[in-house]
């Protein structure tokens, strides 16, 4: 009796211990930085994307004196982790401004969208709306999960890319799972020791 009861607890704990791994292993996989978005070290593609006055901006008119961050989100109408990034965001978007940096963020968004959240949150960067999807696919982060035709289509993956006041991009990161994002006071603590 004393043998099955053992054996019945030592399969129990295998089935737990293995449990464990795979939520440990499937979190790390959706957690980790993935590797698309433009080349490091290279000049950044252009912004096709428009401003919520609807009209076209470039990298040259958006960046600071040492360049531009720009938060690619997948929306602020339905996208509740979006919407609380891009509030994060806005929090350190002055400390930003005081290394040097300017701030966009860029969606699928339409720009009343867009528009409507910057006035009820008070946002105090450019939201601009890549509808058409171009800037997504020059800086190669549309979401391969949704094809043309589907309403999702467009999406990019959640992600940062910094661009020097040269137009390189010397930093990006990107996530696959939709949870997982950039933490701006790490990323605010990262540029200020690069100065």
């Not at 300017?102 to 968004?109: C, K, L, Q």
């Not at 709306?129 to 949704?146: F, G, P, R």
């Not at 890319?161 to 991009?169: L, M």
């Amino acid at each position: 009796m004393n043998n099955v009861i053992h054996l019945t607890r030592a399969k129990v704990a295998a089935i737990v211990l293995f449990s464990l791994l795979l939520f440990f292993t499937n979190n790390v996989l959706a957690n980790t930085s993935i590797n698309v978005g433009p080349d490091l070290g290279k000049k950044a593609p252009a912004i096709t994307a428009i401003n919520t006055l609807r009209q076209p901006v470039t990298i040259e008119q958006l960046a600071g004196e040492k360049g531009l961050i720009i938060l690619f989100f997948r929306s602020a109408d339905w996208c509740p982790f979006c919407k609380k990034h891009l509030l994060e965001l806005n929090d350190l978007a002055e400390q930003f401004s005081e290394l040097g940096y300017a701030i966009a963020a860029i969606s699928y968004d339409n720009t009343d969208i867009l528009k409507k959240f910057a006035e009820q949150r008070n946002i105090s960067y450019p939201l601009l709306s890549d509808q058409k999807v171009q800037t997504m696919l020059a800086y190669n982060i549309v979401n391969s999960e949704y094809a043309i035709g589907d309403e999702h289509y467009g999406i990019p993956y959640p992600g940062v890319v910094i661009i020097d006041n040269n137009g390189k991009v010397i930093h990006k990161h990107f996530f696959k799972g939709y949870k997982k994002r950039v933490k701006f006071s790490e990323l605010y603590l990262q540029l200020r020791n690069d100065i």
